[in-house]
């Protein structure tokens, strides 16, 4: 049963334009959602978060939306650059640390 | 601070063998997590442990895998006796809020 979910494995866009990531999860104890951004031979890097008490986080470039009644969540990306390219990650956690995994999003920005 | 420091990053060992994968958390963080990362299953959360106690193991896939943490700055997952299905990445990461901080990995192959 997987309760987080990126339906898109992979992405191409044009240097410059937005990339748009989507998550969508089943369980509605979710409270915290998280993306990471990896690389090949590394681990996974936190990069944006967003409580379940909020609709919008923004930190520099990246975006985060949050539509409860949807239970879907995008990252925005404006505007993607090379080093954007990586897999990302969605990830949910519920009254507590332990984080639930989407299965990734490959993308890749076109110079 | 050095951030979540794992050993070995590459293991290759015979079907049978013991392997055991190491793992020294951030100072000051009290969560720490093991994961699991292949092709088919993605992202998986094996166990995870608060102020070095175990919390849930019911990610663990057998008896032949096991995890301590004898202290705040050190813990250890072992398979034993391993075999060619647990090739994959390994990743320990630990927390003190919501968002986990991740090592580079092990990549274990068992032949």
């Known amino acids: 049963d997987q309760q987080v979910k990126q339906n898109s494995p992979s992405l191409s866009v044009q240097e410059g334009r937005i990339s748009i990531l989507n998550c969508d999860y089943t369980?509605?104890?979710?409270?915290?959602f998280l993306w990471y951004k990896k690389y090949p031979a590394e681990g996974p890097t936190f990069l944006i978060s967003?409580?379940?008490?909020?609709d919008k986080n923004e930190d520099g470039r990246f975006t985060v939306f949050l539509n409860k009644s949807a239970k879907h969540l995008s990252l925005h990306i404006v505007p993607s650059q090379p080093g954007d390219s990586a897999v990302y990650f969605c990830?949910?956690?519920?009254?507590?640390?332990?984080?639930?995994f989407g299965g990734g999003t490959r993308v890749l920005v076109k110079p | 601070d050095a951030g979540v420091i794992q050993s070995p990053r590459h293991e290759v060992t015979e079907m049978g063998q013991e392997v055991t994968l190491r793992c020294k958390p951030i100072?000051?963080?009290?969560?720490l997590f093991w994961y699991r990362q292949t092709m088919m299953r993605g992202l998986e959360l094996l166990i995870y442990?608060?102020?070095?106690?175990?919390?849930?193991d019911s990610g663990m896939p057998e008896d032949r895998f096991s995890a301590k943490m004898p202290n705040a700055s050190f813990s250890t997952l072992k398979i034993q006796p391993s075999e060619p299905r647990d090739s994959a990445v390994y990743f320990c990461?630990?927390?003190?809020?919501?968002?986990?901080?991740f090592g580079q990995g092990t990549r274990l192959t068992v032949v």
């Open positions: 442990f608060n102020n070095n106690v175990p919390i849930d």
């Open positions: 990461a630990s927390s003190l809020r919501e968002a986990a901080f």
């Open positions: 967003i409580s379940s008490i909020k």
């Open positions: 369980n509605s104890m979710f409270d915290y």
């Open positions: 990830a949910a956690s519920s009254a507590g640390n332990k984080l639930t």
């Open positions: 100072s000051g963080h009290d969560y």
